[in-house]
């Protein structure tokens, strides 16, 4: 096995993060690169989603709430007890580890239904208990927006930095940074013996229990990585932000996780990935794309105003979803483009010879 081939993971992700800002800057795609942070973001997000999922067997509906701790964590240490932003988001990423493991350990047991409904009505309660502002802290329904962003970070003009004793770096590139080092962690973790045993979990259960295996511990073991992993995504997403907002612990966050993860392949390290930048860039361009120019917007020979069509562009967007799953539910966006490539380069070699 080459280098190339042994070490593609860590390779992919770094061409990711060097090549994702400039291709949605793109005037022919977006147009504007801010949207290039949330998308790791959000990458981050869902890939901690499918460590439980998709590579463990288990649905959460309410993984928002790990989300949201991390979000929490610091807009409260910050802006509320004037604490160092590093002391909430240890906090925050420690609340949800601890929170993963204990709710872990009571519902794993369950199965696999009763986890997923389990999981959505936790998440509810916790939704409930931050809009009620317990002590002042959490905003309620407002959240917490004033005095949330911790002294070393720099906003002008929409753009955000990091002010470091040598030098002032764009927020970009620090959240390219711990995108990275997550995600490394993340595929270290996969193909380490025990991601190999959450897999064997995954596919068959029963077989894994009679050869001994102790499957409740590998579930509650995911089930707490995965939240930490989730809530520092959460911790990024605050300064992002410039706040912390309740609609994060909403249900339609995690639902977003969940369609995310299976339009971009649950089966597939990759798969989060492509799910989130296929469902953010899409929608991004079909809210703001208004004139359809043909052949191309410098050489305009036809133009046609489409807005009154991508008002509706939810509907698009599902029915993209939709496709996808009837054509490869498991495999997704990223399994498609998988096979795609091995096709077309099977055929090259048939030409060649």
């Known amino acids: 096995m080459s280098a190339l081939s042994r ?26 690169g801010q949207i290039a942070t949330s998308m790791l973001i959000w990458m981050l997000f869902v890939a901690a989603f499918n460590l439980l999922f998709g590579f463990t067997g288990l649905l959460s509906f309410g993984h928002a709430m790990f989300f949201g701790f991390g979000m929490y964590g610091v807009a409260i240490a910050v802006a509320r007890l004037d604490l160092p932003f590093v002391v909430g988001a240890v906090v925050g990423v420690a609340f949800a580890a601890a929170f993963g493991n204990l709710l872990g350990r009571l519902i794993v047991e369950k199965g696999e239904i009763y986890f997923a409904m389990l999981t959505l009505a936790v998440g509810e309660a916790v939704y409930f208990v931050v809009n009620r502002n317990p002590l002042g802290l959490t905003g309620g329904s407002n959240g917490i ?34 995108f990275l080092l997550c995600m490394l962690a993340l595929w270290q973790l996969l193909r380490s013996p025990f991601g190999r045993s959450l897999v064997a979990v995954r596919e068959n259960e029963g077989l894994a229990r009679a050869m001994g295996m102790n499957v409740d511990r590998y579930k509650i073991a995911s089930f707490t990585a995965s939240g930490a992993l989730a809530s520092i995504a959460g911790v990024l997403l605050e300064i992002n932000t410039q706040g912390a907002s309740i609609e994060t ?43 359809l120019n043909l052949p191309t917007t410098e050489l305009a020979l036809v133009s046609v105003d489409v807005s009154g069509v991508l008002q509706h562009w939810r509907f698009l967007l599902g029915a993209l979803f939709v496709a996808v799953v ?28």
């Open 145 to 178: 927006s004033q005095n949330a962003l911790p002294p070393w970070v720099e906003t002008f003009r929409g753009q955000k930095s990091v002010v470091l004793p040598f030098a002032e770096v764009e927020w970009y590139w620090v959240v390219a940074v711990v």
């Open 7 to 32: 070490y593609r993971v860590p390779v992919g992700l770094l061409v990711l993060v060097v090549a994702l800002r400039p291709v949605v800057a793109h005037q022919w795609l977006l147009g504007f």
């Open 249 to 291: 612990f909403g249900v339609l966050t995690s639902g977003d996780a969940v369609l995310m993860a299976v339009l971009g392949g649950v089966n597939y390290f990759f798969g989060p990935v492509a799910g989130v930048f296929v469902w953010q860039f899409t929608a991004e361009y079909l809210s703001s794309f208004r004139m």
């Open 326 to 353: 009837l054509l490869s539910p498991k495999d997704g966006v990223w399994g498609a483009l998988r096979d795609g490539v091995r096709v077309a380069a099977a055929r090259f070699r048939e030409v060649r010879r």
